[in-house]
Protein backbone atom coordinates (compact mmCIF):
# COMPACT_ATOMS: atom_id res chain seq x y z
CA UNK A 1 0.00 0.00 0.00
CA UNK A 2 2.40 2.47 1.11
CA UNK A 3 4.79 1.31 -2.28
CA UNK A 4 2.00 2.60 -4.34
CA UNK A 5 2.25 6.23 -3.16
CA UNK A 6 5.90 6.42 -2.68
CA UNK A 7 6.20 8.63 -5.47
CA UNK A 8 3.72 10.98 -4.41
CA UNK A 9 4.58 10.77 -0.87
CA UNK A 10 8.63 11.83 -1.37
CA UNK A 11 7.04 14.67 -3.49
CA UNK A 12 5.29 15.83 -0.37
CA UNK A 13 8.34 15.47 1.57
CA UNK A 14 10.26 17.87 -0.50
CA UNK A 15 7.50 20.51 -1.11
CA UNK A 16 7.22 20.14 2.69
CA UNK A 17 10.64 20.63 3.42
CA UNK A 18 11.12 23.29 1.08
CA UNK A 19 8.32 25.44 2.29
CA UNK A 20 9.32 24.56 6.23
CA UNK A 21 12.78 26.07 5.73
CA UNK A 22 11.07 29.45 3.96
CA UNK A 23 8.53 29.82 6.92
CA UNK A 24 11.26 30.31 9.32
CA UNK A 25 13.85 31.75 6.54
CA UNK A 26 11.46 34.92 5.91
CA UNK A 27 10.96 36.45 9.10
CA UNK A 28 14.80 35.64 10.16
CA UNK A 29 15.72 38.08 7.12
CA UNK A 30 13.67 40.42 7.37
CA UNK A 31 15.04 41.45 10.81
CA UNK A 32 18.54 40.95 9.29
CA UNK A 33 17.39 43.27 6.47
CA UNK A 34 15.47 46.32 9.33
CA UNK A 35 12.23 45.42 8.38
CA UNK A 36 9.58 46.61 10.95
CA UNK A 37 8.03 43.84 13.13
CA UNK A 38 4.57 45.03 11.65
CA UNK A 39 6.34 45.03 8.37
CA UNK A 40 7.12 41.31 9.17
CA UNK A 41 3.57 40.11 10.39
CA UNK A 42 1.98 41.82 7.31
CA UNK A 43 4.21 40.28 4.71
CA UNK A 44 3.77 37.11 6.46
CA UNK A 45 0.09 36.93 6.38
CA UNK A 46 -0.06 36.91 2.88
CA UNK A 47 0.79 33.18 2.98
CA UNK A 48 -2.50 32.55 4.41
CA UNK A 49 -4.51 34.77 2.22
CA UNK A 50 -3.17 33.21 -0.47
CA UNK A 51 -3.78 29.55 0.99
CA UNK A 52 -7.62 30.66 0.95
CA UNK A 53 -7.49 31.73 -2.54
CA UNK A 54 -5.33 28.52 -3.54
CA UNK A 55 -8.24 26.14 -2.20
CA UNK A 56 -11.07 28.36 -4.43
CA UNK A 57 -9.05 28.44 -7.28
CA UNK A 58 -6.99 24.44 -7.25
CA UNK A 59 -10.59 22.57 -8.29
CA UNK A 60 -10.86 24.76 -11.23
CA UNK A 61 -7.10 24.36 -12.46
CA UNK A 62 -6.96 21.15 -12.54
CA UNK A 63 -10.30 20.47 -14.39
CA UNK A 64 -8.69 22.47 -16.84
CA UNK A 65 -5.53 21.43 -17.34
CA UNK A 66 -5.21 17.79 -15.53
CA UNK A 67 -2.96 17.49 -12.43
CA UNK A 68 0.29 16.94 -13.97
CA UNK A 69 0.29 19.76 -15.74
CA UNK A 70 -1.26 21.81 -12.50
CA UNK A 71 1.39 20.24 -10.42
CA UNK A 72 4.13 21.41 -12.91
CA UNK A 73 2.92 25.11 -13.05
CA UNK A 74 2.26 25.43 -9.11
CA UNK A 75 5.92 23.92 -8.59
CA UNK A 76 7.67 26.02 -11.22
CA UNK A 77 5.53 29.29 -9.35
CA UNK A 78 6.66 28.05 -5.66
CA UNK A 79 10.38 27.63 -6.61
CA UNK A 80 10.18 31.05 -8.53
CA UNK A 81 8.76 33.01 -5.67
CA UNK A 82 11.20 31.32 -3.16
CA UNK A 83 13.61 32.97 -5.05
CA UNK A 84 12.52 36.15 -5.65
CA UNK A 85 12.34 36.67 -1.99
CA UNK A 86 16.20 37.23 -2.17
CA UNK A 87 15.91 39.77 -4.76
CA UNK A 88 12.75 41.98 -3.64
CA UNK A 89 13.08 43.30 0.04
CA UNK A 90 9.97 45.59 0.47
CA UNK A 91 7.47 44.26 2.74
CA UNK A 92 4.36 45.05 -0.19
CA UNK A 93 6.54 42.64 -2.46
CA UNK A 94 7.06 40.26 0.44
CA UNK A 95 3.13 39.91 0.87
CA UNK A 96 2.46 39.74 -2.86
CA UNK A 97 4.94 36.89 -2.67
CA UNK A 98 3.95 34.97 -0.03
CA UNK A 99 0.41 35.15 -1.62
CA UNK A 100 2.05 33.46 -4.83
CA UNK A 101 3.54 31.30 -2.41
CA UNK A 102 0.08 30.27 -0.48
CA UNK A 103 -1.69 29.45 -4.01
CA UNK A 104 1.36 27.58 -4.30
CA UNK A 105 1.51 25.18 -1.52
CA UNK A 106 -2.29 25.01 -1.26
CA UNK A 107 -2.47 24.03 -5.08
CA UNK A 108 0.25 21.51 -4.71
CA UNK A 109 -0.84 19.61 -1.18
CA UNK A 110 -4.59 19.61 -2.78
CA UNK A 111 -3.23 17.64 -6.25
CA UNK A 112 -0.72 15.56 -4.06
CA UNK A 113 -3.62 14.54 -1.42
CA UNK A 114 -6.49 13.81 -4.57
CA UNK A 115 -3.74 11.62 -5.76
CA UNK A 116 -3.82 9.69 -2.31
CA UNK A 117 -7.47 9.94 -1.79
CA UNK A 118 -7.91 7.96 -6.05
CA UNK A 119 -5.48 5.81 -4.58
CA UNK A 120 -6.92 4.86 -0.96
CA UNK A 121 -9.69 1.91 -0.23
CA UNK A 122 -11.88 2.21 2.76
CA UNK A 123 -9.62 -0.59 4.55
CA UNK A 124 -6.31 1.86 3.80
CA UNK A 125 -7.42 5.14 4.69
CA UNK A 126 -6.64 5.41 8.30
CA UNK A 127 -2.96 4.03 6.97
CA UNK A 128 -2.51 6.60 4.85
CA UNK A 129 -3.57 9.79 7.06
CA UNK A 130 -1.65 7.79 9.30
CA UNK A 131 1.74 7.78 6.81
CA UNK A 132 0.68 11.39 5.39
CA UNK A 133 1.20 12.58 9.19
CA UNK A 134 4.37 11.03 9.87
CA UNK A 135 5.71 12.31 6.76
CA UNK A 136 4.09 15.89 7.07
CA UNK A 137 5.90 16.33 10.21
CA UNK A 138 9.26 15.07 9.59
CA UNK A 139 9.70 16.72 6.14
CA UNK A 140 8.99 20.16 7.89
CA UNK A 141 10.83 19.54 11.08
CA UNK A 142 13.94 18.35 8.42
CA UNK A 143 13.01 21.69 6.87
CA UNK A 144 13.36 23.68 9.83
CA UNK A 145 16.45 22.24 10.59
CA UNK A 146 18.08 23.46 7.45
CA UNK A 147 18.17 27.51 8.38
CA UNK A 148 21.90 26.43 10.28
CA UNK A 149 22.94 24.77 7.37
CA UNK A 150 23.62 27.93 5.44
CA UNK A 151 23.92 32.23 6.80
CA UNK A 152 20.19 33.59 6.16
CA UNK A 153 21.69 36.87 4.81
CA UNK A 154 22.88 35.30 2.02
CA UNK A 155 21.13 33.63 -1.18
CA UNK A 156 21.92 29.96 -0.53
CA UNK A 157 19.42 29.11 1.82
CA UNK A 158 16.73 30.22 -0.67
CA UNK A 159 18.07 28.46 -3.47
CA UNK A 160 18.04 25.73 -1.34
CA UNK A 161 14.27 25.70 -0.90
CA UNK A 162 13.59 26.16 -4.71
CA UNK A 163 15.69 23.29 -5.59
CA UNK A 164 13.75 21.00 -2.50
CA UNK A 165 10.61 22.23 -4.43
CA UNK A 166 11.77 21.74 -7.99
CA UNK A 167 12.53 18.52 -6.63
CA UNK A 168 9.06 17.50 -6.29
CA UNK A 169 8.40 17.84 -9.40
CA UNK A 170 10.39 14.15 -10.30
CA UNK A 171 8.47 11.85 -8.75
CA UNK A 172 5.24 13.14 -10.03
CA UNK A 173 6.77 13.27 -13.51
CA UNK A 174 8.60 9.64 -13.65
CA UNK A 175 5.45 7.86 -12.24
CA UNK A 176 3.05 5.73 -13.79
CA UNK A 177 -0.37 6.13 -11.71
CA UNK A 178 -2.72 7.30 -13.39
CA UNK A 179 -4.27 10.47 -12.74
CA UNK A 180 -7.60 10.75 -10.65
CA UNK A 181 -10.36 12.06 -11.04
CA UNK A 182 -11.17 15.95 -11.57
CA UNK A 183 -11.09 17.93 -7.90
CA UNK A 184 -14.42 18.79 -7.13
CA UNK A 185 -15.27 22.31 -5.51
CA UNK A 186 -16.25 22.05 -1.85
CA UNK A 187 -19.53 24.06 -0.88
CA UNK A 188 -18.66 26.37 1.94
CA UNK A 189 -21.60 26.67 4.19
CA UNK A 190 -20.24 28.81 7.21
CA UNK A 191 -24.03 30.04 8.97
CA UNK A 192 -24.81 26.26 8.81
CA UNK A 193 -21.73 25.47 10.79
CA UNK A 194 -22.39 27.86 13.38
CA UNK A 195 -25.22 26.52 14.08
CA UNK A 196 -24.44 23.37 14.23
CA UNK A 197 -21.42 23.81 16.20
CA UNK A 198 -20.25 27.17 17.53
CA UNK A 199 -17.19 26.16 19.18
CA UNK A 200 -16.18 23.65 16.41
CA UNK A 201 -16.01 26.73 14.46
CA UNK A 202 -14.69 29.52 16.68
CA UNK A 203 -11.90 26.84 17.56
CA UNK A 204 -10.76 27.11 13.81
CA UNK A 205 -10.78 30.41 14.03
CA UNK A 206 -9.00 30.71 17.22
CA UNK A 207 -6.49 28.04 15.76
CA UNK A 208 -5.92 30.61 12.91
CA UNK A 209 -5.70 34.09 14.56
CA UNK A 210 -3.30 32.17 17.78
CA UNK A 211 -1.02 29.69 16.11
CA UNK A 212 -0.89 31.32 12.57
CA UNK A 213 0.93 34.39 14.52
CA UNK A 214 2.98 31.97 16.30
CA UNK A 215 4.28 30.21 12.90
CA UNK A 216 4.86 33.59 11.43
CA UNK A 217 6.56 35.49 14.07
CA UNK A 218 8.24 32.55 16.65
CA UNK A 219 11.22 33.19 14.49
CA UNK A 220 11.12 36.71 14.67
CA UNK A 221 10.86 36.49 18.67
CA UNK A 222 13.51 34.22 18.50
CA UNK A 223 16.09 36.51 16.89
CA UNK A 224 14.81 39.45 19.46
CA UNK A 225 15.68 37.50 22.11
CA UNK A 226 18.85 36.59 21.66
CA UNK A 227 18.65 32.74 19.60
CA UNK A 228 21.00 32.53 16.64
CA UNK A 229 20.26 30.58 13.16
CA UNK A 230 20.34 26.66 15.37
CA UNK A 231 18.81 27.79 18.47
CA UNK A 232 15.73 29.45 15.99
CA UNK A 233 15.62 26.31 13.84
CA UNK A 234 15.50 23.88 17.28
CA UNK A 235 12.95 25.88 18.94
CA UNK A 236 10.30 25.96 16.35
CA UNK A 237 11.00 22.31 15.34
CA UNK A 238 9.77 21.67 19.10
CA UNK A 239 6.99 22.90 18.78
CA UNK A 240 6.33 20.60 15.64
CA UNK A 241 7.63 17.75 17.54
CA UNK A 242 5.37 18.64 20.42
CA UNK A 243 2.76 18.37 18.65
CA UNK A 244 2.78 14.80 17.14
CA UNK A 245 3.80 13.44 20.63
CA UNK A 246 0.82 14.60 22.36
CA UNK A 247 -1.24 13.29 20.14
CA UNK A 248 -1.43 9.97 21.66
CA UNK A 249 -2.19 11.14 25.16
CA UNK A 250 -4.96 13.18 23.63
CA UNK A 251 -6.65 10.25 21.81
CA UNK A 252 -6.60 8.22 24.66
CA UNK A 253 -8.24 11.32 27.28
CA UNK A 254 -10.77 11.87 24.03
CA UNK A 255 -12.29 8.21 25.06
CA UNK A 256 -13.04 9.14 28.47
CA UNK A 257 -14.55 12.89 28.37
CA UNK A 258 -16.86 14.99 26.97
CA UNK A 259 -14.97 16.22 23.91
CA UNK A 260 -15.66 19.75 24.79
CA UNK A 261 -14.50 19.49 27.97
CA UNK A 262 -10.78 18.39 26.55
CA UNK A 263 -10.90 21.59 23.84
CA UNK A 264 -11.45 23.86 26.69
CA UNK A 265 -8.85 22.36 28.97
CA UNK A 266 -6.42 22.45 25.60
CA UNK A 267 -7.15 25.82 25.52
CA UNK A 268 -6.70 27.03 28.96
CA UNK A 269 -3.64 25.27 29.32
CA UNK A 270 -2.33 26.35 25.70
CA UNK A 271 -3.13 30.08 27.41
CA UNK A 272 -1.81 29.65 30.85
CA UNK A 273 1.65 27.62 29.30
CA UNK A 274 2.01 30.45 26.48
CA UNK A 275 1.72 33.11 29.25
CA UNK A 276 4.42 31.56 30.96
CA UNK A 277 7.05 30.91 28.12
CA UNK A 278 6.96 35.04 27.49
CA UNK A 279 8.80 35.41 30.09
CA UNK A 280 10.61 32.04 30.54
CA UNK A 281 12.00 31.24 26.66
CA UNK A 282 14.08 33.87 26.39
CA UNK A 283 16.36 32.73 29.24
CA UNK A 284 18.22 30.40 27.33
CA UNK A 285 18.12 28.18 24.16
CA UNK A 286 17.39 25.28 26.56
CA UNK A 287 14.10 26.79 27.85
CA UNK A 288 12.74 28.27 24.37
CA UNK A 289 12.94 24.61 23.34
CA UNK A 290 11.10 23.36 26.43
CA UNK A 291 8.39 26.07 25.63
CA UNK A 292 8.47 25.54 21.90
CA UNK A 293 7.83 21.62 22.54
CA UNK A 294 5.12 22.60 25.49
CA UNK A 295 3.13 24.51 23.53
CA UNK A 296 3.18 22.35 20.25
CA UNK A 297 1.77 19.46 22.40
CA UNK A 298 -0.90 21.63 23.73
CA UNK A 299 -1.83 23.76 20.44
CA UNK A 300 -1.24 21.49 17.58
CA UNK A 301 -3.73 19.15 18.61
CA UNK A 302 -6.97 21.47 18.82
CA UNK A 303 -8.06 21.64 15.13
CA UNK A 304 -8.20 17.51 15.14
CA UNK A 305 -10.75 18.23 18.62
CA UNK A 306 -12.31 21.24 17.02
CA UNK A 307 -13.12 18.79 13.54
CA UNK A 308 -13.86 16.12 15.87
CA UNK A 309 -16.12 18.23 17.83
CA UNK A 310 -17.78 19.76 14.97
CA UNK A 311 -18.49 16.34 13.41
CA UNK A 312 -20.41 14.72 16.62
CA UNK A 313 -23.33 16.99 15.76
CA UNK A 314 -23.51 16.92 12.10
CA UNK A 315 -25.95 14.98 9.88
CA UNK A 316 -24.54 12.53 7.93
CA UNK A 317 -22.41 13.12 4.62
CA UNK A 318 -21.86 16.74 5.52
CA UNK A 319 -17.91 15.72 7.04
CA UNK A 320 -16.29 17.32 3.95
CA UNK A 321 -18.81 20.34 3.82
CA UNK A 322 -17.70 20.78 7.67
CA UNK A 323 -14.22 20.46 7.18
CA UNK A 324 -14.14 22.87 4.38
CA UNK A 325 -15.80 25.19 5.74
CA UNK A 326 -13.41 24.73 9.32
CA UNK A 327 -10.18 25.54 6.86
CA UNK A 328 -11.57 28.44 5.30
CA UNK A 329 -12.30 30.10 8.78
CA UNK A 330 -8.85 28.67 10.04
CA UNK A 331 -7.15 30.45 6.58
CA UNK A 332 -9.24 33.98 7.61
CA UNK A 333 -8.16 33.40 11.13
CA UNK A 334 -4.69 33.12 10.40
CA UNK A 335 -4.50 36.55 7.54
CA UNK A 336 -5.39 38.84 10.70
CA UNK A 337 -3.48 37.20 13.45
CA UNK A 338 0.03 37.99 12.30
CA UNK A 339 -0.47 41.91 11.70
CA UNK A 340 -2.41 41.84 14.92
CA UNK A 341 0.55 39.77 16.90
CA UNK A 342 3.11 41.88 15.17
CA UNK A 343 1.85 44.97 16.08
CA UNK A 344 1.49 44.44 19.71
CA UNK A 345 5.27 42.94 19.45
CA UNK A 346 6.31 46.34 17.87
CA UNK A 347 4.49 48.12 20.70
CA UNK A 348 5.56 45.85 23.77
CA UNK A 349 8.38 44.06 22.71
CA UNK A 350 8.56 40.50 21.23
CA UNK A 351 7.39 38.88 24.86
CA UNK A 352 3.72 40.69 23.07
CA UNK A 353 3.46 37.06 20.81
CA UNK A 354 3.60 34.29 23.65
CA UNK A 355 0.51 37.01 25.16
CA UNK A 356 -1.70 37.47 22.46
CA UNK A 357 -1.45 33.62 21.93
CA UNK A 358 -2.16 33.26 25.75
CA UNK A 359 -5.55 36.10 25.26
CA UNK A 360 -6.42 33.95 22.28
CA UNK A 361 -6.88 30.81 23.98
CA UNK A 362 -8.48 32.78 27.25
CA UNK A 363 -11.18 34.06 24.86
CA UNK A 364 -12.06 30.93 23.78
CA UNK A 365 -11.79 28.97 27.47
CA UNK A 366 -14.83 31.64 27.88
CA UNK A 367 -16.52 31.11 24.84
CA UNK A 368 -16.39 27.75 25.57
CA UNK A 369 -17.81 27.81 28.86
CA UNK A 370 -20.52 28.89 27.87
CA UNK A 371 -21.29 27.02 25.03
CA UNK A 372 -21.22 24.23 28.09
CA UNK A 373 -24.68 25.84 29.17
CA UNK A 374 -26.14 26.16 26.02
CA UNK A 375 -26.22 22.68 24.78
CA UNK A 376 -26.03 19.54 26.24
CA UNK A 377 -23.14 17.24 25.41
CA UNK A 378 -23.12 14.04 23.44
CA UNK A 379 -22.65 10.86 24.38
CA UNK A 380 -19.45 9.77 24.56
CA UNK A 381 -20.57 6.46 22.74
CA UNK A 382 -22.39 9.14 20.13
CA UNK A 383 -19.17 11.07 19.89
CA UNK A 384 -17.15 10.79 16.49
CA UNK A 385 -13.98 9.01 15.66
CA UNK A 386 -10.90 11.61 16.88
CA UNK A 387 -8.18 11.65 13.45
CA UNK A 388 -5.03 13.31 13.81
CA UNK A 389 -5.56 15.75 11.23
CA UNK A 390 -2.35 16.68 9.34
CA UNK A 391 -1.58 20.14 8.30
CA UNK A 392 -2.85 19.80 4.68
CA UNK A 393 -4.97 21.01 2.21
CA UNK A 394 -8.72 20.85 1.58
CA UNK A 395 -8.28 17.38 -0.03
CA UNK A 396 -6.99 15.73 3.11
CA UNK A 397 -10.69 15.59 4.29
CA UNK A 398 -11.54 13.63 1.30
CA UNK A 399 -9.00 10.86 2.41
CA UNK A 400 -10.12 11.04 6.08
CA UNK A 401 -12.12 7.97 6.98
CA UNK A 402 -14.85 9.91 8.93
CA UNK A 403 -15.85 10.86 5.26
CA UNK A 404 -16.92 7.29 4.47
CA UNK A 405 -18.12 6.49 8.21
CA UNK A 406 -20.22 9.61 8.89
CA UNK A 407 -20.63 9.99 12.81
CA UNK A 408 -24.03 9.05 14.32
CA UNK A 409 -26.68 11.53 13.79
CA UNK A 410 -27.56 13.80 16.95
CA UNK A 411 -30.72 13.92 18.80
CA UNK A 412 -33.61 15.61 16.80
CA UNK A 413 -33.55 18.78 19.05
CA UNK A 414 -29.67 18.99 18.72
CA UNK A 415 -29.79 19.07 15.36
CA UNK A 416 -30.45 22.93 13.49
CA UNK A 417 -31.90 22.53 10.28
CA UNK A 418 -29.94 23.63 7.10
CA UNK A 419 -30.38 27.52 6.34
CA UNK A 420 -30.42 27.01 2.77
CA UNK A 421 -30.51 23.82 0.59
CA UNK A 422 -27.26 21.84 0.50
CA UNK A 423 -26.82 22.58 -3.45
CA UNK A 424 -26.59 26.41 -2.99
Known amino acids: ?7 LLTSLALLLAGNGLLT ?17 GLAMSGYFAGYVIGCLLTPRIVQRVGHIRSFSALAALAAATALAYALAGDPIAWFLLRALSGIAMSGLTMIVESWLNDRATDETRGRIISVYRIVDLSAVSVGQLLLSVAPPAGFELFSLSAILIVLALVPTAVSTAQAPAPIQNV ?11 PLGLAAALAVGVGNGAFWSLGAVFGQKTGLDTVGISLFMTATVIGGAVMQVPIAALDRHFDRR ?8 ATAIVSAGAAFVAPISVTWAVISGFALGGLFLPIYGLALA ?26 IVGPP ?10 PRALFLHVSAVWLLLVLFGLWRL ?5 VALEEQAELVPTPRGGAMMFELDPRTEDPAPSPPEEDTPKPPYNAGQ
Open 24 to 40: LLLPTRAVMDGMSTGAI
Open 340 to 349: IASFLMEGFG
Open 373 to 377: KARPP
Open 261 to 268: LLLIGSAF
Open 187 to 197: KIRLFYLWQVS
Open 1 to 7: MIASVSA
Open 309 to 334: HANDRLAAGDFVVMSGGLLLTYGMGA
